[in-house]
Each structure stands twice: as C-alpha cells, then as structure tokens.
C-alpha cells in the first residue's frame, strides 16, 4: 500500500492560522512583530527565498524589511547594519541569507546578530541552548520537521532515526531535536560505510544530503516514515528532493513529497521565531 503523503503545505497552513492569531493579539497590545532581511548580491535562487519569506510576513500581518547589498560590500558595513538593526525596536528578528561572498565571514555575521533576534536559531548561544534542552530560538528548517512529525502523531519515543547529513543549519541540529524527543538517532555523511545497511534500520529516515533522487528502494526499511529535505533539480529542471518519491512511496508509512512538504514548513517556523521574539518584548511567552 502506497504511504500516506505528509502535507507539508496543510500543516504549516495551521499553523500559519494561529500565528496570524497571536499577531493580531500582539498588534493589540501596540506591537507588530517585524522582520528584517538581509540579503547580499544577486543570487537568484537566494532572491526568490527571500521574496517567499517577505510573503509571508505580509500574509499574516508582520512588518519586514529588505536591506540589499550589492556583492560587493564590505563586511564592515553589513556588520555596521547588523549593528544598527540589533538596537531598532520595530525589529524582533533579523535574518541575512545564506550563501554569503567569500568576503565576508558567516560565522562573524551570525554572531552578530543578538541571539534574542536571530530567528534562524544559528547563534551558538541559541544552539547551545538548544542541545541543552533549553528554551530558545530553534533553527527553521529542522524544528519545522519536528512540527511536521507531531502534526502526524508519529510517536519518536525510542525509535531509530537516521538522519542523512551533518550540515549545521539542518542534519546536526535536526538529529538534535529529534534526540530531545527521545529517539535514538544516527547521523550518516560522505564517509559513512555502507549506508544503505544503516538507513535500512531506520524506523524515521531524514534525507537531507542535497543529491536528486539519492535515496532509492534500497535505502527504506518497508513501513518507515521518510522526511525528504532536499531541494534539487531533475534532470529536467524540475525542483525535487533527496528521495526518488515515486519508486519508495510503496514502501513507507509515510513520506513528504518535494515541492510541499518540508520546504513550507521552514518558512513558517521563521514566522513562528519572528513572533514569539516580539512576544518576548512584552514578557509574554508564545508557543505553537
Ligand atoms: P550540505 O551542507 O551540502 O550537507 C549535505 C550533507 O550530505 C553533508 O553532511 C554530506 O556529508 C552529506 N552527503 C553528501 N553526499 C553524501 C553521500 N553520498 N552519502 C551520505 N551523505 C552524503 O546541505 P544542507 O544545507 O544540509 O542541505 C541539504 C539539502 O536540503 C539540500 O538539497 C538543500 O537545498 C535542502 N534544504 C532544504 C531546506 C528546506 O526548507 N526544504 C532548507 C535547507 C536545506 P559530509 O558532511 O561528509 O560532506
């Protein structure tokens, strides 16, 4: 029997729904949360993201703001800018979008920012906490997949989860999460050994490798629930995951398509941080 399709779109749709609520609550109270977005150069697909994140702001009724810099500017004047937006109070979050020019350091960036603004959760004191099981900031695009997985009541307690990736923005901190809740979690990367005999003793397997249609029957122990993170393009330039969809659907529980799956919840989880930071101003606490 064919998996049941997690939709991604759906459930960040809920969950757009109740932070609209607590925006229009906190815009009551004289305080409209406000986003403000960095993005350097002209990077189409970086553009694109950005336009999607600014979106949806506006969909729910938050403030954001775009600062473009061409590819040429300085690291001393972004970090000026981050400066300046770390002291403005109509800003509760504030995100620079990734990739930057090899100019220009990541690490000095994302340390910039306060960790009470940075709604991306990349701060090491943000994901500190985070290890530690503290409140904080957690990064979008992993904590919107635990969204997703309780969305779907699938229980984690003591079960195998194999993440596929060690990046830090989604295969560290997800596999992180994911051990917060309980589970017993593998991580897999470029030089793990046999990872088809890894992946196969999966009960949860999060593909988040960056290669189109990597993961086959093969890789799927029969009835695993499987999160495709990848977003890549076929050979037909058409946008798709990790995962070959059609070929291990059969074999799941339940799996995410791409485009429709993860990808909306990232978005909605920077919604959810930019909120819960401007609810924070008024020492009031927002949860989902
Ligand atoms: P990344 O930094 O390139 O990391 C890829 C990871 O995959 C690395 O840890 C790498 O191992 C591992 N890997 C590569 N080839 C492998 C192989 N043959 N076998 C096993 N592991 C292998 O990528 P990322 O930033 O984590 O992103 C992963 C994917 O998610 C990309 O397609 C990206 O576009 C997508 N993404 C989607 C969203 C969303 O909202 N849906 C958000 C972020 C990213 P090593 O560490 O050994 O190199």
Redesign the pocket.
């Known amino acids: 029997m064919a998996g049941r399709i997690i939709d991604g779109k759906q459930i960040a749709q809920v969950l757009r729904d109740s932070i609209q609520e607590e925006v229009m609550f906190l815009k009551d109270k004289g305080i409209t949360p406000g986003l403000a977005v960095v993005l350097v150069g002209d990077n189409q697909a970086s553009e694109t993201y950005v336009r999607m994140k600014q979106k949806a702001c506006e969909n729910v009724g938050m403030h954001s703001i775009l600062i473009h810099y061409p590819a040429t500017v300085s690291e001393t004047e972004l970090l000026a800018k981050l400066h300046e937006l770390n002291q403005d109070t109509s800003i509760h979050g504030i995100l620079v979008q990734l990739p930057l020019p090899d100019n220009i350091s990541e690490i000095k960036v994302i340390e910039t920012i306060v960790p009470e603004k940075d709604v991306d959760g990349f701060h090491p004191i943000n994901i500190g906490r985070m290890m530690t099981g503290q409140d904080a900031f957690l990064p979008c695009?992993p904590y919107g997949i635990i969204k997703m997985l309780e969305h779907e009541n699938i229980d984690l307690e003591g079960k195998h989860v194999v993440v596929?990736?060690?990046?830090n923005?989604?295969?560290k901190p997800v596999g992180q999460l994911l051990l917060n809740k309980n589970a017993t979690v593998t991580y897999?990367?470029?030089?793990?050994k046999d990872?088809a005999s890894v992946t196969r003793s999966a009960d949860i397997l999060v593909a988040?490798?960056?290669?189109a249609k990597f993961i086959t029957e093969e890789y799927i122990k029969p009835g695993a629930v499987v999160i495709d993170?990848?977003?890549?393009r076929d050979e037909q330039d058409k946008l798709c995951g990790?995962v070959d969809f059609e070929g291990v659907r059969n074999m799941t529980k339940a799996i995410t398509p791409v485009p429709g799956g993860?990808?909306p919840m990232?978005i909605t989880m920077l919604l959810f941080n930019t909120v819960k930071s401007a609810a924070n101003v008024l020492d009031s606490s927002y949860s989902l």
């Open positions: 695009t596929i990736g060690r990046s923005i989604v295969g897999c990367h470029s030089r793990t990872l988040a490798v960056g290669k993170v990848g977003m890549n990790d993860v990808g990232t």
